[in-house]
C-alpha cells in the first residue's frame, strides 16, 4: 500500500509521498512513488503514484519513452493543457492493464493503479488530477483543494481541518508531512522515506524538493511537536460535571 497526496492553495502546490509498497513481517520493500518532470518556463509536471508497482512503472517507462521519441504522437511535453496530460496517462494505465488483466485474474490479484497529476503550462493556473484506475479523472475544488490517493483515511482529517486556498504554501507542505506521519502511525503499510515537492505558482520552474527519513531534524522535530500539542490540546478539553465532584 502507499499513501500519496497534492495540496493546490493560491501560492502554488504542494506534492508529498511515502516509498514503501510492501510491509511484510521480514520483508520490506521501498521505491519513490513521486516523477517529477520540468522544462524551465515553458511547464512543470509531478506524477505520484500508487496501486499496482509493476503497472504504475510501465505507465512511467512510457512517458519517457514518449518523451525522447520524436515521432510519439503525443507527450506530456507537448499538450496545452494539463488535463491533455491526464487523459494520456489515463489511456497509459488502461493499456497496461488491459495487457496483463487475464493473467492477474487467474492469480486473483490486480493490475490497478492510480494517479495524482499535477503542475502548471505556461499561461495556465497550476492544477492537479487525480486519475483512477478505469482511466477517468477528477480535478480538485477551491472546497477541497487537496487529493489523495492510497491510504488516505488517516491522513485526511488534518488536511480537512487546516487546507484552505488561503492556506500558505510552508504550511501546507507542514500539513502535508503531518498527514503522513499520521497515515504512518495508523498502518504500517506505508512508510519512509518521505518526498516532498513544493511549486510556486508561475515559477515554471522544477519544485524545491525534499527526502526525508525518519532521523531527518526537521521530520524528528515536526513529529515531536505535533504530538506535544496534541497531547496539550486533548488536556485542555472541557470537563465533564462529575468530574468536579472528585
Known sequence: M????????????????????????????????????????????????????????????????????????????????????????????????????????????????????????????????????????ISASPETPFLQIGENKYGKPILDRIISPSTSLEDAARCALVSLDSTMRSNISVGPPLELAVYEKNSLEAPRHITLTLNSPIYKSLQKRWNEGLKRSFNRLPRFDWEDEK
Open 2 to 137: 502507499t499513501y500519496c497526496l497534492a495540496i493546490r492553495v493560491n501560492k502554488g502546490v504542494i506534492f508529498a509521498s511515502d516509498s514503501r509498497t510492501n510491509a511484510g513481517v521480514d520483508y520490506v520493500t521501498t521505491y519513490s512513488k513521486m516523477h517529477r518532470f520540468s522544462w524551465p518556463g515553458e511547464r512543470t509536471v509531478v506524477i505520484l503514484t500508487a496501486g499496482n508497482l509493476a503497472t504504475s512503472q510501465a505507465v512511467i517507462n512510457h512517458i519517457h519513452k514518449d518523451l525522447e521519441d520524436p515521432e510519439a504522437g503525443m507527450n506530456i511535453a507537448r499538450t496545452g493543457h494539463l488535463y491533455e496530460v491526464a487523459h494520456y496517462v489515463g489511456k497509459l494505465s488502461q493499456r497496461e492493464q488491459q495487457q496483463h488483466a487475464p493473467a492477474m485474474e487467474s492469480s486473483k490479484s490486480t493490475a490497478e493503479a492510480s494517479f495524482i497529476l499535477g503542475g502548471q503550462i505556461t499561461g495556465k493556473e497550476p492544477e492537479i488530477y487525480l486519475i483512477y484506475p478505469q482511466g477517468n479523472y
